[in-house]
Structures are given as C-alpha cells and as structure tokens.
C-alpha cells in the first residue's frame, strides 16, 4: 500500500516556475512514481514519470524542456520542477503511483496549479 500527499501548488503569472512535491509513504522502491494533470472540462492526462529504482523519466510532449521530475530518496519525495509556467498548464496536478506493468493504482488528493496571462 502506497500513500501520497501532493503539495506546492498555487497562482503564478506566466512564465514564472513552480516546484510540487509528492510525499509517498509505504513500499515505493520499486514503484514507477507519475504527475498527471486534470484542466477544467477535460480528461486526466500524463504529464511525467519516474522509475524510483533504475531513475528512469518519461514526460508529455507538452512539458518536455520545462518540467523536470526529480526523486529526494531520504524524503521519500518525487518533485515536478515546472519552468515557463504557461497558462495552459493550469490544472490540478495529482501525483500517481504503480506498481511496474500495472495500472496507476495509488493516487494523492491533487493540488491546484493556476498560470495567469
């Protein structure tokens, strides 16, 4: 069992840089930690991932070269560095967890990102 509580969100005009954080408690060594976001009126989409053993990332075509995911292995605590915050990023912004080759099973309450023009 894995708990997750995000943290960091806010309000940030455009171009500016947010930091979230995502607390994960239980068995996560092996677990592939993500950031997915959810804008209002559409559906939850992938924004990046990180493999806690190998360190492996993945990200979206849409933050790639503006979001960095980071790992503070003392903290148990997966990172979404946001740069060049645009106002399309505006979303609320959970953090998943899963198991390899199963589904996003864990998932944290979501923290509200909002990027004004």
């Known amino acids: 069992q894995v708990q997750l509580v995000e943290s960091g969100g806010g309000l940030v005009q455009a171009g500016a840089s947010l930091r979230l954080s995502c607390a994960a408690s239980?068995?996560?060594?092996?677990?592939?930690m993500g950031w997915f976001r959810q804008a209002p009126g559409k559906g939850r989409e992938f924004v990046a991932s990180?493999?806690?053993?190998?360190?492996?990332?993945a990200y979206a075509d849409s933050v790639k070269g503006r979001f960095t995911i980071s790992r503070d292995n003392a903290k148990k605590t997966v990172y979404l560095q946001m740069n060049s915050l645009k106002p399309d990023d505006t979303a609320v912004y959970y953090c998943?967890?899963?198991?390899?080759?199963?589904?996003?099973?864990?998932w944290g309450q979501g923290t509200q990102v909002t990027v004004s023009s």
């Open positions: 239980g068995r996560t060594f092996y677990y592939v």
């Open positions: 990180f493999t806690w053993n190998t360190g492996s990332t």
């Open positions: 998943a967890a899963k198991s390899p080759g199963a589904g996003w099973d864990f």
